[in-house]
């Protein structure tokens, strides 16, 4: 167990609707990492924020949002789903926003299924 | 920009024997690399990451990975292979002093250890 929650685990929704991921980082970790896991396109970075603040930005489609609250966890809003938004998304966190030694641990993931 | 490459979909090796996963990687300046390892319907754990030092890196569950500056290299080894290693597995790095913290993974590998 990492120590990264996110829920929820699965999810089955329609094209054209919104949906919203949640993440619980590890305790004391203050950055957040968000990373899409689709078969044809691996492992993408969206999004990082730390300690509020968005410090990095990777593949996030516009549709895309996300945000870091006060307490630290950190929700995914994906609008406008389509089919090819069907993956599976991965919240990470770490104890810094930098810094070349830091490791980042990954929850278990929310499976998105747009039909 | 920084960029990972995990030659081999897939990696056969029977239980007992060594394994060795290859990972090149290309990026400007030391590179910081890491290993993780996702079992099904799991998210990613960390094995390992090489920052500086010695060559030879030890991981979790008797993982190993080697650093090849001059191949630009960091392939993952273990001397005995377990059927219970079987998974899929991903090579990063992080490119130094990047402004955020974020990496970027390999396509992955799969290691089926057969008994």
């Known amino acids: 167990d990492s120590g990264v929650t996110q829920t929820p685990k699965h999810l089955i929704t329609a094209t054209g609707q919104r949906v919203t991921l949640r993440c619980s980082p590890r305790s004391g970790d203050l950055s957040v990492y968000w990373y899409q896991q689709s078969l044809d396109q691996g492992l993408q970075f969206l999004i990082q924020y730390y300690n509020g603040e968005e410090r990095a930005k990777g593949n996030i489609l516009e549709r895309f949002s996300a945000q870091q609250f006060p307490d630290l966890h950190s929700e995914l809003n994906l609008s406008s789903l389509e089919l090819g938004d069907s993956a599976l998304y991965f919240c990470?966190?770490?104890?810094?926003?930098?810094?070349?030694?830091?490791?980042?641990?990954f929850g278990e993931g929310s499976w998105l299924t747009v039909v | 920009a920084q960029s990972v490459a995990q030659p081999e979909d897939q990696v056969n090796v029977a239980e007992g024997n060594p394994l060795t996963v290859k990972c090149t990687y290309s990026?400007?300046?030391?590179?910081?690399l890491f290993w993780y390892v996702q079992y099904p319907n799991r998210g990613l754990q960390f094995l390992l990451k090489?920052?500086?030092?010695?060559?030879l890196v030890k991981g979790s569950y008797g993982f190993e990975a080697e650093f090849n500056k001059s191949q630009t290299s960091f392939h993952l080894k273990k001397p005995s292979a377990l059927v219970s290693d079987s998974a899929l597995y991903f090579c990063?790095?992080?490119?130094?002093?990047?402004?955020?913290?974020?990496?970027?993974f390999g396509g992955g590998t799969r290691l089926m250890v057969k008994p």
């Open positions: 090489y920052i500086t030092g010695d060559n």
């Open positions: 990470a966190s770490s104890v810094a926003g930098q810094g070349a030694g830091n490791t980042i641990y």
């Open positions: 990026v400007s300046g030391n590179p910081y």
């Open positions: 990063a790095v992080r490119r130094p002093n990047n402004a955020g913290n974020m990496l970027t």
